[in-house]
């Protein structure tokens, strides 16, 4: 078992031994030396048991665990948007900002909740509870403006259910699983 040291601390990253055992059977999915394949869903669980961000320590150690170069693992999370490279909130909004959910008013709802939440985009709240993350498409263009929430959409938004979906949040009552 690898494990990485942090920070000159004597806090080791590793997996907890059910999510190693996960990623070495995502692993086993791919061909012998293609398990680079495996590299989304292992960020996936990476970013889960982790804190809810990637770290380079992180980022480190899943290198490792796929045999293949921290930088491979650098570009892939870097590029897509679900992945978080610095601390998020318990809840990141994602509100989607592109054509459809525009002309439908998400920017109206953007501002409502920076000025709600006094944060700017990308940016957490000071209890860290919330960050908010404009998005780009979410694809559910037919019920815009959307927002995700963990892995569950909240469609056909307005004001008045953007500040319902926060004190549910507030209050613990909405999954994120």
Known sequence: M???QQN????????????????????ARYPEGRQKSALLPVLHLAQKEFGGWLDVPV???????????????????TFYTMFNMKPVGKYVLEVCRTGPCMVCGSEKILDHIRTKLNIKDGQTTEDGMFTLKPAECLGACGYAPMMQLGKFFHENLTIEKVDEILDLCREGQIALD
């Open 2 to 4: 690898y494990i990485l």
């Open 8 to 27: 000159k601390m004597s806090e080791t990253i590793a997996f907890k031994p059910e999510s190693l055992a996960q990623v070495h059977k995502i692993i």
């Open 59 to 77: 980022m480190d150690y899943v290198a490792e665990l796929l045999s293949i170069k921290p930088i491979e693992v650098y570009e892939v999370a």
